[in-house]
């Protein structure tokens, strides 16, 4: 467990309002990821994050975008929200290579 | 590219009965790890097992068990002696390394499996 919090828990939002998501680990662990979860469709990754400032894209990136400012926060930007994007988005962090990837609690995004 | 596959969108299986989920993958990589995650109604992703391409042995964790057959690409959880509290949705998932040795991992589409009392 790496002690991993999502922010908010749950958000009701607009189309075309920007939103951002917010995951805190306290665990200093290098690896930071950003999921969505879909009825039928499992996890699909949307960004990852291997290092401070350092990011790239999952299978789902389009209309989201990530930032890193510091090892424990990762932060998914929603530029502006669609009602495709309404998903509950999981984040998850790893130690390093070759660890297992823990996941924080959610969030559910409904976009209306 | 990596692929996982779980062929039963749902289980119902007896209390105490052995239950075995179904999981394959694809990859053409010889190094690669595959993990089981449990799901309950809650929402919360909770890490189950984990097995290493190059493991030897079968991994196993109190109640569950990982059947690992690399020659069919297969990782099958088995859950023994199974509880009510094993009602839940159940993901595999494995590890892809990307061409700059970064780390991910492609999900399943999930089990659910209901422990009828």
């Known amino acids: 467990d790496a002690g991993i919090t999502q922010s908010p828990r749950h958000k009701v939002t607009e189309t075309g309002t920007p939103v951002t998501l917010r995951c805190h680990q306290t665990?200093?662990?290098?690896?930071m990821y950003w999921y969505r979860q879909d009825p039928g469709h499992g996890l699909r990754l949307i960004h990852y994050s291997y290092g401070v400032k350092d990011t790239d894209k999952g299978e789902v990136s389009d209309g989201y975008s990530v930032s890193r400012s510091k090892t424990e926060d990762f932060l998914l930007t929603l530029e502006s929200a669609t009602s495709s994007q309404t998903s509950v988005y999981f984040c998850?962090?790893?130690?390093?290579?070759?660890?297992?990837?823990?996941f924080g609690p959610g969030t559910r995004l409904t976009v209306l | 590219a990596q692929k996982i596959t779980q062929t039963q969108p749902g289980m119902f299986v007896q209390e105490k009965e052995a239950v075995t989920l179904d999981c394959t993958y694809d990859?053409?990589?010889?190094?690669?790890?595959l993990f089981w995650y449990k799901q309950p109604s809650s929402g919360e992703m909770i890490f189950l097992i984990y097995?290493?391409?190059?493991?030897?042995q079968n991994a196993t964790e109190g109640r569950y068990s990982l059947n690992f057959q690399k020659a069919r690409k297969s990782a099958n959880l088995v859950i023994s002696a199974s509880q009510l509290g094993d009602s839940a949705m159940y993901f595999c998932?494995?590890?892809?390394?990307?061409?700059?040795?970064?780390?991910?991992?492609?999900f399943g589409t999930g089990t659910r499996l209901t422990i009828i009392p």
């Open positions: 998932a494995m590890r892809d390394v990307t061409n700059f040795g970064n780390e991910k991992l492609t």
């Open positions: 665990e200093n662990h290098r690896y």
């Open positions: 990859t053409s990589d010889p190094s690669y790890g």
């Open positions: 998850a962090s790893q130690v390093g290579g070759g660890d297992t990837q823990y």
């Open positions: 097995q290493g391409s190059y493991d030897q």
